[in-house]
């Protein structure tokens, strides 16, 4: 089967076609615009579509922000994605281009482009967490997305490990997110140094020598690490699958691993901790995968 595979972020949408060994083929970028609202959105990715994909048998939608993918209906996004809470999404593609549409958030998406195609392969049962922005998670049982009573399992960026801490955007205080996101990071660097502005950044700033990053680092790590031995003292899960851009460090993978490891009940220690092996394609390949045999 060929599927046009689509995942819609706040800043950029990928479009790919992918058949179901994983193979991508005129794979695209381009910008969401998404702050024009959700119909310029919508649009303007199906006329890309039509102007530049043909022969797709179904078309497979990763996208931020809380899906019913039962209904194909965005439950509800923030005020990046103006206008988007309840699109029928689903709806209104097949409707544009006669063919099954299905829809999954982009975490869920990602974590089933791991389980078909990435480090998630050899496990029926893990959990998957991104670091960016926010923290986004995913739990896989039995090689299926765990939803929850309304379909929104999973918002491990809000599992709440400072009680009366920092204000989350969620309204509750002191949310995993807010002290071990890429955000939170950045904003630690940057009271050290202005120029500490991303990810990237800070890791350059750390191998040019700057030794006030060492401290800021060490605690970050450790955020992470009080949030993944929470969450596998709870599920006992084979495998973390962990992602996002700034997890492309092996070095702060191997701290993550190790810190983790070290705070943890000596019987859970069996957990792989281990780093997403797909990138930016990980979207693509789990909206895609959302129409493929489960392995």
């Not at 509750?172 to 500490?196: F, H, N, P, Q, R």
Request: some cysteine.
């Amino acid at each position: 089967m060929n599927v046009l595979a689509i995942d819609i972020g706040g800043t950029s949408t990928k479009i790919s076609m992918v058949n179901e060994e994983g193979i991508t083929s005129n794979f695209m970028e381009i910008d969401s615009e998404a702050m024009k609202g959700a119909d310029h959105l919508i649009h303007n990715i199906m006329s890309v579509v039509e102007g530049n994909y043909s022969g797709f048998e179904a078309i497979g939608i990763s996208t931020a922000s809380q899906v019913d993918s039962e209904t194909g209906t965005i439950v509800y996004a923030n005020e990046n994605f103006p206008g988007y809470t309840g699109m029928k999404v689903q709806e209104i593609f097949e409707m544009r281009f006669k063919v099954p549409v299905k829809i999954e958030n982009d975490v869920n998406a990602a974590a089933l482009g791991e389980k078909f195609f990435g480090a998630g392969q050899n496990f029926k049962d893990f959990l998957c967490l991104t670091y960016g922005t926010g923290i986004g998670g995913s739990i896989v049982i039995n090689s299926a997305i765990y939803k929850g009573l309304n379909g929104i399992a999973a918002e491990v960026g809000h599992l709440v490990l400072h009680q009366g801490g920092v204000k989350c955007n969620c309204g509750c205080y002191g949310c995993y997110e807010m002290y071990g996101s890429t955000t939170a990071l950045v904003k630690a660097a940057s009271k050290i140094d202005v120029k500490y502005s991303d990810g990237r950044k800070i890791f350059e700033g750390i191998a040019a020598g700057d030794t006030r990053l060492e401290e800021v680092l060490e605690n970050w790590v450790l955020e992470i690490a009080t949030g993944l031995v929470s969450l596998t003292h709870i599920f006992n899960p084979p495998a973390i699958i962990i992602g996002g851009g700034i997890m492309e460090q092996e070095t702060l993978i191997k701290m993550v691993r190790e810190k983790t490891k070290s705070l943890m009940i000596e019987s859970f220690r069996g957990v792989q901790i281990l780093k997403a092996e797909l990138g930016n394609k990980a979207g693509v390949l789990g909206a895609a995968a959302l129409h493929f045999d489960v392995k």
